[in-house]
């Protein structure tokens, strides 16, 4: 299916549908949290990248325009949570990218953003400002740093192939979950095949990854990416 024949069969019916069942996936598995990214570059170094996401970012993935003075970011968010959004509630910026936002939205809202890369964006041409980019070849979530509290947070997301409009891009070795506010990672979201995690050099600060790498890999499968989502080596 071309991407111009759903953009121009959404409704704003079609809309709200699209973005409730997407907030209710941003709420169930981004909402509040922070997402720790492992990278590996070509020469096998390890670093580290976290995001986080708050009720408030939700409304930049979607490329909807409000009405600031009757609705803040919050409440449109718990609109949808709510199922109370309505037509009248926003607007569809003109030039097309906003369906086609909405088109990858659902499918980049898991536990780990369906990202096997990570890297900064390279603008190609996009009149948009953003400053890191994770996903893959089917699309990907930008990111810029919060004032107020550092963390990198997101605040657009590009229908395409993330190896196109990045540069200095590293491959996702795996992803950890936490809430915002805990301060050591429990839960691993992805982990990648065919790494040898013992001959990896983590840093003394978050070694104890390492540990739980090792003792879970054989029970993590390549969790929400899918085989056309993948970047190859």
Request: glycine share 6%; net charge positive.
């Amino acid at each position: 299916q071309k991407k111009g024949v759903f953009m121009a069969r959404l409704s704003k019916e079609d809309i709200i549908k699209v973005v409730v069942e997407s907030a209710r996936l941003y709420k169930k598995n981004l909402q509040d949290k922070t997402l720790l990214f492992v990278l590996m570059d070509k020469r096998k170094n390890i670093s580290f990248e976290e995001v986080s996401f708050r009720k408030n970012n939700f409304l930049h993935l979607t490329g909807l325009k409000i009405n600031k003075k009757d609705l803040s970011a919050e409440q449109f968010f718990n609109f949808c949570i709510d199922g109370r959004l309505s037509g009248k509630d926003f607007s569809v910026p003109e030039g097309g990218t906003t369906v086609l936002k909405l088109q990858i939205l659902p499918y980049l809202l898991t536990k780990n953003l369906n990202a096997n890369s990570f890297g900064d964006f390279g603008g190609n041409g996009f009149r948009l400002y953003t400053e890191k980019l994770a996903g893959g070849v089917k699309g990907c979530i930008g990111f810029v740093k919060a004032e107020e509290t550092l963390e990198w947070v997101p605040n657009t997301l590009l229908n395409e192939d993330i190896r196109k409009i990045s540069k200095n891009g590293k491959r996702v070795i795996a992803t950890y979950r936490k809430q915002r506010e805990e301060e050591k990672y429990t839960e691993m979201v992805y982990c990648a095949k065919k790494i040898d995690w013992e001959q990896l050099c983590f840093p003394e600060s978050h070694a104890y990854l390492q540990k739980l790498i090792c003792v879970k890999e054989n029970h993590v499968v390549e969790a929400n990416v899918s085989n056309e989502n993948k970047i190859n080596d």
